[in-house]
């Protein structure tokens, strides 16, 4: 069974450009969650994603969003990006809410 | 606020058993869960508990306390290749998943 697979694996971008990460979930698995980790913060939860559906929201400001797609890819999008978006962008799947998450390798966004 | 607090290091002997322990304080909860994750890769799963009690699984073992807001891993006959960082996770009332700062454990021959 194929795993999470997020692409693009690395990615360099600039201030104020704005950026779309990709994320294919396990099979059958319909939740999808990202969450940004960073050596000083460690992870942080962005928001999941449940049947096209938006379930839960972290604290992170508007100019991050995501979505889903009925075949349950999703996209996180981040706009007029900033020096401290520069982390690993994790995406995780799960049959549902309360299961174990699988995690993908993630993104490495970097930030000139 | 919020918190999930665990040791930031740990080092152990090879062959030896090691606990993590980690705390948490969340509005509401629904369920901890144990991750490992090696240096420059993602986080695997290693456990679920929503229960009070202890949940076994190979040389891995969790335990949970709701009522005292903890839980523990236990890592028996360590080997090299234990050496990662072991982040506790708790989904609370909101199901927000929220992570602690990870533990980084050493194993040494």
């Known amino acids: 069974k194929a795993g999470v697979t997020q692409t693009p694996r690395y990615l360099i971008k600039t201030r104020g450009q704005q950026v779309t990460l990709s994320c294919s979930p396990i099979?059958?698995?319909?939740?999808v969650s990202w969450y940004q980790q960073t050596p000083g913060q460690g992870l942080q939860f962005l928001f999941e994603y449940f049947s096209e559906t938006q379930r839960n929201k972290g604290n992170f400001p508007g100019r991050f969003s995501g979505r889903q797609f009925s075949n349950s890819r999703s996209e996180m999008n981040v706009s007029t990006l900033e020096l401290g978006d520069s982390a690993l962008y994790l995406c995780a799947s799960s049959l549902d809410t309360n299961q174990p998450q699988h995690f993908g390798d993630g993104t490495r966004l970097s930030i000139l | 606020g919020q918190n999930i607090d665990q040791p930031t290091e740990m080092t152990a002997t090879e062959g030896a058993i090691v606990q993590i322990n980690c705390t948490y304080q969340?509005?509401?909860?629904?369920?901890l869960f144990w991750y490992q994750q090696h240096a420059g890769e993602a986080p695997t799963f290693l456990s679920y508990?929503?229960?009070?009690g202890l949940e076994e699984k190979g040389r891995f073992s969790s335990f949970l306390s709701r009522s005292k807001g903890y839980s523990y891993l236990l890592l028996k006959e360590l080997q090299m290749k234990d050496s990662a960082s072991y982040l506790c996770a708790v989904r609370d009332g909101h199901n927000d998943m929220r992570f602690g700062a990870g533990t980084r454990l050493t194993v040494k021959p």
């Open positions: 969340t509005s509401g909860f629904n369920g």
């Open positions: 099979s059958g698995h319909r939740s």
């Open positions: 508990n929503v229960l009070d």
